[in-house]
């Protein structure tokens, strides 16, 4: 039985695209996003994919926000959730109701360009800034701060001498198109494991083994 799985969306929502198309071991079957003009709801719906709006900013306290997103989760069924481009912080109790099942992707090498506040274009400007030979994608699981969860998958991209923070951001994005479809597959096939602050990727069984 392949794993359900929840993309968290803010923006346009190519994150949520690949992850749904690219999915071979796992579905989307829930995407939640906290604008109600937001791109990644158009997509959901191309996709056929259940969106539904949920702003923090719409309930009186942070606890009724928690409490509305876990029975959204718990009634939707969802295994995994995948945060792609959600600019909301995530309940500390849904962090805890769904620890080392929950992925973000970050646009750079985490630990490196990573925190509260550093999100989206503000990013590859940082990195551009500071003249680094390569930046990359990060995905990895949610802990309770901001971009410090273990590290599962991460892929360079060399920073070109020409490049501006839009020009960088665009082979970025293509390689989080990547690497977030191949993190949640390998969670779906069984092979990782978190050992505090690491992840163990257990190579694929074969008939030999
Ligand atoms: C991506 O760059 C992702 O790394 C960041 O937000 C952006 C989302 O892009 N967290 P999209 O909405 O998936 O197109």
Same mark, same amino acid.
């Given at each position: 039985?392949?794993?359900?799985?929840?993309?968290?969306?803010?923006?346009?929502?190519?994150?949520?695209?690949?992850?749904?198309?690219?999915?071979?071991?796992?579905?989307?079957?829930?995407?939640?996003?906290?604008?109600?003009?937001?791109?990644?709801?158009?997509?959901?719906?191309?996709?056929?994919?259940?969106?539904?709006?949920?702003?923090?900013?719409?309930?009186?306290? /942070?606890?009724?926000?928690?409490? $509305?997103?876990?029975? =959204?989760?718990?009634?939707?069924? *969802?295994?995994?959730? +995948? %945060?792609?481009?959600?600019?909301?912080?995530?309940?500390?109790?849904?962090?805890?109701?769904?620890?080392?099942?929950?992925?973000?992707?970050?646009?750079?090498?985490?630990?490196?360009?990573?925190?509260?506040?550093?999100?989206?274009?503000?990013?590859?400007?940082?990195?551009?800034?500071?003249?680094?030979?390569?930046?990359?994608?990060?995905?990895?699981?949610?802990?309770?701060?901001?971009?410090?969860?273990?590290?599962?998958?991460?892929?360079?991209?060399?920073?070109?001498?020409? /490049?501006?923070?839009?020009?960088? $951001?665009?082979?970025? =994005?293509?390689?989080?198109?990547? *690497?977030?479809?191949? +993190? %949640?597959?390998?969670?779906?096939?069984?092979?990782?494991?978190?050992?505090?602050?690491?992840?163990?990727?257990?190579?694929?069984?074969?008939?030999?083994?």
């Amino acid at each position: 039985m392949s794993l359900r799985v929840a993309v968290f969306a803010s923006g346009g929502g190519s994150n949520f695209q690949a992850i749904a198309e690219n999915a071979v071991n796992y579905r989307v079957t829930l995407v939640v996003c906290n604008r109600s003009e937001a791109g990644v709801l158009g997509r959901a719906h191309n996709l056929g994919v259940p969106a539904h709006v949920l702003s923090p900013r719409a309930f009186e306290s /942070d606890k009724l926000y928690a409490i $509305a997103l876990l029975e =959204l989760l718990h009634s939707e069924k *969802i295994d995994l959730i +995948a %945060l792609a481009g959600y600019l909301c912080k995530i309940p500390a109790t849904v962090v805890e109701a769904f620890w080392g099942r929950i992925l973000n992707i970050h646009p750079a090498l985490l630990p490196r360009f990573g925190g509260k506040g550093l999100y989206g274009r503000r990013v590859h400007k940082a990195v551009v800034e500071a003249k680094e030979a390569f930046s990359g994608a990060t995905v990895h699981f949610v802990d309770e701060e901001y971009d410090t969860g273990p590290i599962l998958l991460q892929k360079k991209v060399p920073v070109l001498p020409e /490049d501006t923070p839009d020009s960088l $951001a665009e082979r970025v =994005l293509a390689v989080e198109h990547q *690497i977030f479809p191949e +993190a %949640l597959d390998l969670i779906a096939q069984g092979r990782v494991q978190i050992k505090g602050r690491h992840v163990i990727i257990r190579p694929i069984k074969t008939h030999d083994d």
